[in-house]
Nanobody, 122 residues
Framework: QVQLVESGGGSVQTGGSLRLSCADK????????VGWFRQPPGKEREFVAS????????YYADSVKGRFTISRDNAAKTGYLLMNNLKPDDTAVYYC???????????????WGQGTQVSVSL
């Protein structure tokens, strides 16, 4: 079983960086694809990035390629999203989830947590 809890959000200026964490409270983390999603104010939730269980493959939305890096530490049961060169359009609540990879995106199958707020100002 997997239960993911997000942390690490905050407020930064344009060009700043943040690292989000996604910790598994149940123990099945090492066997699943993990992904990050975000929901900007007034918009639908969208895929950001995902990583296979063995870190062999990573996938990114076009809007974050070259700026965000997804990684994981299976021993620590934790996933990470390093966000560099942040822009105001990155302002959103960020969530992590797990599920099957389908082409360039991941299908989330777990329950959604509280998420973590990222706010980027000019």
């Amino acid at each position: 079983q997997v239960q993911l809890v997000e942390s690490g959000g905050g407020s930064v200026q344009t060009g700043g960086s943040l690292r989000l964490s996604c910790a598994d409270k149940k123990g099945g983390f090492g066997y699943v694809v993990v992904g990050w999603f975000r929901q900007p104010p007034g918009k639908e939730r969208e895929f950001v990035a995902s990583i296979t269980y063995d870190s062999a493959q990573t996938y990114y939305a076009d809007s974050v390629k070259g700026r965000f890096t997804i990684s994981r530490d299976n021993a620590a049961k934790t996933g990470y999203l390093l966000m560099n060169n942040l822009k105001p359009d990155d302002t959103a609540v960020y969530y992590c989830n797990y599920g099957p990879q389908r082409g360039p995106t991941m299908i989330p199958v777990g329950s959604w947590g509280q998420g973590t707020q990222v706010s980027v100002s000019l």
